[in-house]
């Protein structure tokens, strides 16, 4: 735990402060837990529009004739298929194919952006700078973090409010961005997000951050007023929900991405193709292979050791990260995240098992404090938005 008056604060602080938010520390950071109830606002999020401060996430830009190739080295996911004003989940893996984080790629017309998780930023800048200096590319890293914030607006009616202001971001497809001006605010807009609802993350500069949320809020008029302040306890409970994993939870360094069911932002085939762009972002006729894609391939060849699953518990508790999971006495694996989940009405985790373990319907036993509650294996994931 971080000494207090040492925590770092957004841009947003004040606003925290102003709507009375319950803060602790976040990776370092003073971020708002909670502005009354969780319960509350994981309820606003699946049936109207939560508004997170998300700006204690890293955000750092990438430049320069080998951008391209650089970032094809150290990320998964291919992205020299990519199209300005689209983007990408993907994994940063060590050698062994382990995580060092989960990041977005943004791309743009003359620069690329990742935002990464708040822990993992400094550690990814090392990696990044290391990875630079040993193979020579000509790509220059910069860290905008604290010169930016980062909103995260979420849920069914968000679209239907920002299209009282713009057409142009409703019109977006899922994981593509914009950039708008309003007033003297330069917005990028995503549609992407993490809570399994509709909606869109938006970057800002830092100094305009407060206006920005002035206008995304009670004071941008009636229709802005229906967003409501939410704080990173209700963040966690729908992204369980929606079995999105969470850094430190589901992924680590000792957990490889498919593993984790991340499959699809995996490109094995990296190194085998040309990249079929010859120009803006450089550099060669072939996608280079990413870190950890020699280990990857053998654990797609061989089988995981451990796959992630969903469990469904009796009764009313809650599971802790580090529960066992067992079957008539022989632990099959650990529980990584768990809650009563307020959308379902009861518990869920998430857990890795061995694999010969993982049959959905299949009963369980998880440890529950000095107990052991029943439980059985479920589809993921436990919520899925209504598609209308």
């Known amino acids: 735990m971080t000494d207090a008056a040492s925590l770092r604060?957004?841009?947003l602080h004040g606003f925290h402060q102003q709507y009375g938010a319950h803060l602790v520390d976040v990776a370092g950071w003073e971020m708002p837990l909670h502005y009354g109830s969780i319960l509350e606002e994981h309820k606003l999020v699946r049936r109207g529009a939560g508004?997170?401060?998300?700006?204690?996430?890293?955000?750092?830009m990438f430049t320069g004739s080998g951008a391209r190739r650089f970032l094809e080295r150290v990320l998964t996911r291919r992205i020299s298929t990519m199209q300005p004003g689209q983007c990408r989940y993907a994994l940063v893996c060590n050698e062994a194919g382990g995580v060092l984080d989960d990041v977005i790629v943004y791309r743009f017309e003359d620069y690329w952006m990742l935002v990464?998780?708040?822990?993992n930023r400094e550690k990814l800048l090392a990696h990044f700078e290391q990875v630079k200096a040993a193979e020579n590319f000509e790509v220059k890293i910069d860290d905008i973090t604290f010169k930016t914030a980062m909103l995260a607006c979420q849920g069914p009616d968000v679209m239907q409010i920002i299209g009282h202001f713009t057409s142009e971001v409703p019109a977006l497809q899922n994981y593509h961005f914009c950039q708008k001006n309003l007033m003297v605010i330069k917005f990028t807009i995503s549609r992407t997000g993490y809570t399994g609802e509709d909606g869109v993350e938006v970057i800002m500069g830092a100094m305009t951050a407060p206006m920005a949320i002035r206008l995304l809020t009670s004071e941008g008029g009636s229709q802005a007023a229906k967003i409501k302040p939410a704080g990173l306890g209700a963040r966690d409970t729908l992204r369980l929900e929606a079995a999105m994993p969470l850094y430190g939870h589901e992924l680590d360094e000792?957990?490889?991405p498919l593993e984790a069911g991340l499959n699809f932002a995996v490109n094995l085939d990296k190194g085998a193709e040309p990249s079929g762009e010859t120009s803006g972002g450089g550099g060669g006729p072939q996608i280079p292979r990413f870190i950890g894609q020699d280990a990857l391939e053998k654990v797609a060849a061989q089988g995981v050791s451990k796959q992630l699953i969903g469990l469904q518990l009796d009764g009313k508790r809650t599971p802790r990260q580090g529960a066992a999971v067992s079957?008539?006495?022989?632990?099959?694996g650990v529980v990584t995240s768990g809650c009563l989940s307020p959308t379902l009405g009861y518990p869920i985790a998430l857990a890795y098992v061995q694999p010969q373990a993982a049959n959905?319907?299949?009963?369980?036993?998880v440890a529950v404090g000095n107990s052991v509650q029943d439980a059985r294996i479920v589809k993921l994931p436990f919520y899925k938005r209504p598609r209308v």
Do not use: I, K
């Not at 959905?360 to 036993?365: E, H, K, R």
């Open 254 to 256: 000792q957990t490889n």
């Open 9 to 11: 604060r957004t841009p």
């Open 360 to 365: 959905v319907g299949d009963a369980v036993q």
């Open 116 to 119: 990464v998780n708040a822990a």
């Open 51 to 60: 508004l997170f401060d998300v700006s204690h996430m890293g955000r750092v």
């Open 327 to 332: 079957r008539d006495g022989r632990q099959l």
